[in-house]
């Protein structure tokens, strides 16, 4: 017998909540004044002015394979973008979320749907995520008892700097000899 999984709970980096935001799968949810994340092909099918008068209760849910291109002008219209993980081998979503951040400067809820995994938090956090759906069994235990994880060092820069110490900033590619 196989134990199911769990349903999602929405985490930020200040703790567990209560998640305001549904999926749908296309735009007749919007009929009323409940805040709903849809699928590209379903957000890309609303006029600006539909999406102007739903703004603050609109998200849009991109798959690995779906370009930033598509709403990059759309993003003044946006509270929330997800971003998906459906396997835990699929990165792109993390390029997506470095580029909404620092390319875009998108501002709203950067959330990470599906496969979101134990070691890919701290990443995910360093590149702009700032909520996440968790299903992952050990990861919601972790968050849980308040553990993040991640190491301390950091070889690149990223959406969220890094944590500067009294020697200076974390980066090991920025360290002077000798040091």
Do not use: C
């Not at 992952?136 to 991640?150: D, I, N, Q, S, T």
């Amino acid at each position: 017998m196989t134990e199911a999984t769990p349903v999602p709970r929405l985490w930020t980096p200040e703790g567990f909540r209560d998640d305001g935001w549904t999926h749908a799968e296309d735009t007749s949810a919007l009929a009323g004044n409940s805040r709903v994340i849809l699928p590209l092909h379903a957000f890309l099918e609303l006029t600006a002015d539909q999406r102007e008068a739903a703004k603050e209760r609109l998200g849009v849910l991109l798959q690995p394979g779906d370009q930033l291109e598509e709403i990059s002008d759309s993003l003044d219209q946006l509270s929330l973008v997800a971003l998906a993980f459906p396997a835990f081998n699929d990165g792109r979503s993390f390029s997506k979320a470095e580029l909404l951040r620092s390319r875009h400067g998108f501002e709203g809820a950067v959330r990470a749907t599906g496969q979101v995994l134990v070691d890919q938090l701290p990443h995910m956090l360093r590149v702009g995520f700032n909520e996440f759906e968790v299903s992952h069994p050990v990861l919601l235990k972790r968050l849980e008892a308040g553990e993040v994880g991640g190491l301390p060092l950091y070889y690149q820069p990223t959406a969220k700097p890094a944590e500067v110490s009294e020697k200076g900033a974390k980066y090991a590619w920025r360290r002077a000899a000798g040091k």
